[in-house]
């Protein structure tokens, strides 16, 4: 089947998610994030794209992001080749980590623009990962209260107000506004799996019980724990308690 053609606007202007094959993480370490950020900084003087938000989310990350001198498809494409290449060497792994293509939505006016940002930065919030969305490490929100990095701040902040003070306290009021807005929301994942069923998911492919996986020749180890760590509703934790693997050797499969 053909792809569509990805729709194009006026303001050149796009949010954009990127998430991991089977939604597996593609940042588990502070190092992964900190890449991933300097691979947006380097890029970003070669395709002279604008970034007005992102948030790097452990499996997935979100762009709002304005096509420079190339293709957004192409600088696109450079990000994550990159980063992949990277990753595959950091983790001793071969293969795709994101999922198909990068999904997009164009931003064609300045009230969904600001309704974009404020979801990128709450996405932490939402997701019941910090209380405070200050105190997330891997969003741009800082960026806008302290000091700029790869993110363009004046574009946003013009429009809360000329003077950067006033500017700034009320993105604040903005940012941590209750809300139920929805912009490209991530497909829901399954039910967590039971010990049980995972068990017997293990026993039936593979014929072997999880319990003794440990005294399994080594290629069975990793064929076992690399279906485990890529099957949804499963996770590291739960496969390191059933199999008594650290999450770590689980990780590095």
């Known amino acids: 089947m053909p792809r569509v053609a990805r729709t194009k606007n006026k303001s050149k202007i796009y949010h954009l998610m990127i998430r991991g094959i089977n939604q597996q993480n593609i940042f588990s370490l502070d190092e992964d994030y900190e ?23 452990g499996n997935h990350a979100h762009l709002l992001i304005k096509e420079g001198k190339e293709t957004l498809s192409h600088a696109m494409k450079r990000i994550g080749t990159s980063y992949v290449s990277w990753y595959n060497w950091q983790y001793n792994r071969k293969g795709h980590l994101f999922q198909d293509r ?17 979801y990128i930065h ?3 919030l939402k997701a019941g990962l910090t ?18 990095k790869i993110v363009n701040i004046e574009f946003a902040l013009k429009m809360f107000h000329q003077e950067r003070d006033k500017a700034i306290e009320r993105f604040k009021r903005f940012n941590q506004e209750p809300n139920h807005d929805q912009c490209l929301e991530m497909p829901t994942k399954r039910e967590t799996l039971s010990d049980k069923e995972v068990r017997h998911l293990v026993l039936s492919k593979y014929r072997i019980e999880l319990a003794t996986l440990q005294n399994a020749p080594t290629i069975i180890q990793d064929k076992v724990l690399k279906y485990l760590k890529e099957l949804d509703g499963c996770s590291l934790r739960q496969v390191a308690r059933l199999t008594g ?8 499969v």
């Open 35 to 57: 890449k991933f950020i300097a691979i947006l900084a380097k890029y970003h003087k070669k395709s002279e794209y604008e970034i007005y938000a992102y948030c790097l989310m």
């Open 131 to 148: 209380k405070d969305i200050a105190s997330y490490r891997w969003s741009s929100y800082n960026e806008y209260i302290n000091q700029p």
């Open 102 to 118: 990068y999904k997009s939505e164009p931003v064609e006016d300045d009230v969904y623009f600001l309704t974009v940002l404020r």
């Open 245 to 252: 693997f650290t999450v770590n050797k689980i990780f590095k």
């Open 122 to 124: 709450q996405n932490p």
